[in-house]
């Protein structure tokens, strides 16, 4: 069975530092891949996403993130935060031979900036 | 083009009530998804349909259940509320349904807040 794990429940990193979240997935194959975000009281937005191609995907507001096939990772990266990135952080798997849209989504991190 | 929209966007019931929740997609848009999300369990899968027709369901009780109508407006109903039932739900409009080898980008909505007391 599919599944997404995140093992980083909460991070917290300092405005201008480094970020970076982990996810890893269990699939058979390559599933689609995604990073949503989520502000408080806000639905998911989509910061990026992988289906296939260069493994390094450039996504919106500065992230970017890298599909590793040896390890089933996607990770999330982002250079220097800012403090309008505090927010829950989602990765989720799609599947690209099965004839539906479903997500399945990771337990989410939750990002706190300092100042 | 406006977004997806839910409504109500907050609700409050008490246990073994019933409630309706509304999705509309994106204009065009034919394929609608709802979700779960509690801080619990996270997000999870509840159904999937186009063309006014369920082609997912999760593994949620019989209480749950939903339809799509003509226009692609969707709705979900959940019956006997429970306290468990207490979540944000929310609703994904697509412009296809999946499969093929294709993708199809969900939009999601802000959710609409269930309280069960």
């Known amino acids: 069975a599919q599944s997404v794990t995140q093992p980083d429940i909460h991070i917290t990193v300092s405005e201008g530092a480094s970020l970076e979240l982990r996810c890893n997935y269990s699939?058979?194959?390559?599933?689609?891949l995604f990073w949503y975000v989520q502000s408080p009281g806000q639905g998911l937005q989509l910061l990026l996403k992988y289906f296939s191609g260069d493994t390094l995907v450039q996504g919106i507001k500065g992230f970017e993130a890298e599909f590793k096939r040896s390890q089933s990772s996607f990770n999330l990266r982002k250079p220097s935060v800012h403090w309008s990135d505090a927010a829950e952080y989602f990765c989720?798997?799609?599947?690209?031979?099965?004839?539906?849209?479903?997500?399945?989504f990771g337990t989410g991190t939750l990002l706190a900036v300092q100042p | 083009k406006a977004g997806v929209t839910q409504t109500p966007r907050y609700l409050i019931k008490t246990r073994g009530q019933q409630v309706t929740l509304s999705c509309s997609p994106i204009s065009g848009h034919r394929s609608v998804s709802w979700y779960q999300q509690t801080p619990g369990q996270g997000l999870q899968f509840l159904f999937e349909y186009f063309s006014e027709t369920q082609r997912n369901k999760g593994n949620f009780p019989g209480r749950f259940s939903g339809r799509q109508f003509s226009n692609s407006r969707s709705e979900m109903n959940v019956s006997t509320l429970e306290l468990g039932d207490s979540a944000l739900y929310l609703c994904?409009?697509?412009?296809?349904?999946?499969?093929?080898?294709?993708?199809?980008?969900?939009?999601f909505g802000p959710g609409t807040r269930l309280t069960v007391l």
């Open positions: 699939y058979g194959a390559t599933p689609y």
């Open positions: 994904a409009s697509s412009s296809q349904a999946g499969g093929g080898g294709s993708y199809n980008e969900q939009f």
């Open positions: 989720a798997v799609g599947t690209p031979n099965g004839a539906t849209n479903k997500l399945i």
